[in-house]
C-alpha cells in the first residue's frame, strides 16, 4: 500500500530556531500534500495545503511566514517552522493525495518541542 | 461550508462487546467522502473505513462498519467483538468534491476517546 515517511519523529529545538520536517511519498506521485497540527488529546488541525509545483494554500489564521511549506516533487514536501517558539511546540503530522484515489495517506507524525 | 461533529469525547466498552461511535456532518456538496481513523497513543492515523455519498451500500472492514444516514447526515462507526487494542482516539472526517478531481482537503471531527475494559 501507499507509505508516507515523515521525519524527524521528534525534535527539540531552541527558541529563535528554525526547524524543517519532510514527508516522502515512497511508492507514489503525491499531487497534493496536507500539513496538519494536533495540540494534546485536540483534534488534526489543516494548517496548509499544497500541489506540486504551485505556492501552498494555507487556511485561516496560518501565518505564511512562520510555517513555509515547499512541495518541490511529487515525492517530497517539507514544513519549516522559522524561528521557532514555545507556542510552536506540537504535534505536526502530513498526509498525501494522489490525484485519482480518493484516500489519503498519513506520515507518523513529528513531535516538535521548541525549548 | 463543511463540518463535521463527534459530540462523544469519551467513550468506555467492556471487551468482546459492540460500541458505536457517533458523527454528523453538514455539507452542501452532494458528493463527498466520510472517513474513520484511528490514532492510538504513538500519534499515526490508521485508516479504517470509508464511505462515498452515492454508495449504496454500508461500508464494512472486518470488525468496523460505517451506519450511513444519509438523511440524517450521521455515519457512525460501529466496532463489534471490541478487543483491548481498540483502545484509541477514532476521528471521523470529511472530503467535499468527491468527482471533482481536485485536491479537496479532508477535514476531521474533534474525536473520540475509546477506551476498552478487560
Known amino acids: 500500500g501507499a507509505v508516507v515517511s515523515q521525519h524527524p519523529s521528534r525534535v527539540i529545538c531552541k527558541s529563535g530556531t528554525s526547524v524543517k520536517i519532510e514527508c516522502r511519498s515512497l511508492d507514489f506521485q503525491a499531487t497534493t500534500m496536507f500539513w496538519y497540527r494536533q495540540f494534546p488529546k485536540k483534534s488534526l488541525m489543516l494548517m496548509a495545503t499544497?500541489?506540486?509545483?504551485?505556492?501552498?494554500?494555507?487556511e485561516q489564521g496560518v501565518e505564511k511566514d512562520k510555517f513555509l511549506i515547499n512541495h518541490a516533487s511529487l515525492t517530497l514536501s517539507t514544513l519549516t517552522v522559522t524561528s521557532a517558539h514555545p507556542e510552536d511546540s506540537s504535534f505536526y503530522i502530513c498526509s498525501a493525495r494522489e490525484r485519482i484515489f480518493y484516500g489519503y495517506t498519513f506520515g507518523s507524525g513529528t513531535r516538535l518541542t521548541v525549548v | 461550508a463543511q463540518k463535521i461533529t463527534q459530540t462523544q469525547p469519551g467513550m468506555f466498552v467492556q471487551e468482546k462487546e459492540a460500541v458505536t461511535l457517533d458523527c454528523t456532518y453538514d455539507?452542501?456538496?452532494?458528493?463527498?467522502?466520510l472517513f474513520w481513523y484511528k490514532q492510538p497513543s504513538s500519534g499515526e492515523m490508521i485508516f479504517l473505513i470509508y464511505?462515498?455519498?452515492?454508495?449504496?451500500q454500508n461500508a464494512t472492514e472486518g470488525r468496523y462498519s460505517l451506519n450511513f444516514q444519509k438523511a440524517r447526515k450521521s455515519a457512525n462507526l460501529v466496532i463489534s467483538a471490541s478487543q483491548l487494542g481498540d483502545s484509541a482516539m477514532y476521528f471521523c472526517?470529511?472530503?467535499?468534491?468527491?468527482?471533482?478531481?481536485?485536491?479537496?482537503?479532508?477535514?476531521f471531527g474533534a474525536g473520540t476517546r475509546l477506551a476498552v475494559h478487560p
Open positions: 455539507t452542501s456538496d452532494p458528493s463527498y467522502g
Open positions: 472526517a470529511m472530503r467535499e468534491g468527491l468527482f471533482s478531481g481536485g485536491y479537496n482537503k479532508l477535514i
Open positions: 464511505q462515498g455519498s452515492y454508495d449504496q
Open positions: 499544497s500541489n506540486e509545483g504551485s505556492k501552498a494554500t494555507y
